[in-house]
């Protein structure tokens, strides 16, 4: 490649001589041509000059009077190598001008030119070499935070497992003393659920037919709280169990249903947990037939812990990509909606 561009100089070159001098074509090219393999020779030298400035960290104006001691010495030996040329064409052609007249000549009309074309690969490999260190700092940058998204997801899992432990443990402790056999049916089924929480390993999303299977164990532990008032309803396609979502997303998002919509009716509810597909992505909603938004002044008074850390943790994984709302459910109850976009579903 560098060869190829002082090629193109070279006959660039050779049409200057040819205007400038009035000589012919070929004589053009005999004088053009070699002046510009030369540079093409001399070009690595440059290049591992600039290297050995830029190494210090310094800009290009700071290392000023490097380049142009450098610049001046490759001219120099840039007009002793075409020098050497030209009395090598002499000797070929019959022709002996003295070198001294001869390199004089070239000093004269070539050194200045040279000292140009010196700084403009030097120029051209700072900006090389400009374009390298920011790929390099931009490919660290998303190096880090990947690491940052992977902290701040683990610390977010790592507050819903206490979180759903605590509540777990709250509603055995409530039966223990009243239906001893009951209470370790309970510790049993709060084992698996543990166990499921435990298989999630560092895995941050799960095919949905895994986290289905995981709410599933949470409902049998409150269904022993609420017995007939609490009624469940899923609506989950089978093409779609395959389909990635985030470990531990749903039942936080049913547990509040549960507890803020299930739990403050007197009679019980329903809460229905539903999957479908939504152009390419997934729409998860989880909807409560409880007293509803009515009861506090904001939405965001229903988010909790669970809802919190699932938007924290869908903004970590899929950035603007996703979403999450809450709102009112007619005739009354809430309605909360989770998309995950198209990049979350399983490779079959």
């Known amino acids: 490649m560098v060869v190829v561009a002082w090629l193109a100089w070279g006959v660039i070159n050779s049409a200057r001589l040819h205007a400038i001098l009035e000589i012919d074509w070929p004589t053009a090219f005999w004088y053009g ?7 093409a020779g001399l070009t690595p030298v440059v290049v591992q000059l600039t290297r050995y400035s830029a190494r210090s960290g310094r800009r ?6 490097f380049h142009v001691a450098a610049s001046v010495l490759l001219a120099l030996a840039h007009s002793v190598l075409d020098t050497s040329l030209n009395a090598v064409r002499g000797l070929l052609t019959g022709e002996s001008p003295p ?21 403009l690969v030097a120029g051209f490999t700072y ?32 507050q819903l497992r206490p979180h759903f432990l605590f509540n777990a443990l709250h509603t055995i402790s409530a039966h223990m003393v009243s239906d001893p056999a009951l209470g370790q049916r309970l510790v049993s089924r709060l ?72 739990s403050l009716n007197p009679d019980g509810g329903c809460v229905t947990i539903r999957a479908t597909r939504e152009d390419a992505a997934l729409r998860l909603t989880v909807c409560d037939d409880g007293p509803g938004l009515a009861v506090s002044t904001a939405p ?7 809802l919190a850390n699932a938007r924290a943790r869908l903004d970590a994984l ?23 976009p198209a990049t979350a579903e399983s490779a079959t």
């Open 191 to 262: 084992g698996d659920l543990l166990r499921m929480s435990l298989n999630t390993g560092d895995r941050q999303t799960v095919p949905l037919a895994e986290e289905l299977q995981f709410v599933e164990a949470y409902l049998d532990v409150e269904r022993v709280r609420f017995g007939d008032k609490l009624t469940v309803v899923t609506e989950v396609d089978d093409s779609l169990l395959a389909f990635q979502v985030p470990a531990l997303l749903l039942q936080p998002l049913v547990e509040n249903a549960v507890h803020h919509g299930v």
């Open 33 to 39: 041509l070699p002046d510009a393999l030369i540079w």
């Open 127 to 158: 900006y090389l070499l400009s374009l390298r260190r920011l790929a390099r700092r931009e490919r660290h940058a998303a190096e880090l935070r990947a690491e940052l998204t992977q902290a701040q997801l683990l610390r977010l899992q790592s």
């Open 99 to 119: 070198i001294a007249g001869l390199l004089k000549t070239i000093l004269t009309h070539a050194f200045h030119l040279n000292v140009l074309l010196y700084f």
């Open 318 to 340: 899929y950035g603007d990509g996703c979403g999450l709302t809450i709102e009112p459910r007619e005739p009354r109850g809430v309605v909360v909606t989770v998309r995950l």
């Open 300 to 306: 965001e008074e229903h988010t909790g812990l669970g």
């Open 60 to 65: 290009f104006r700071h290392s000023l009077p």
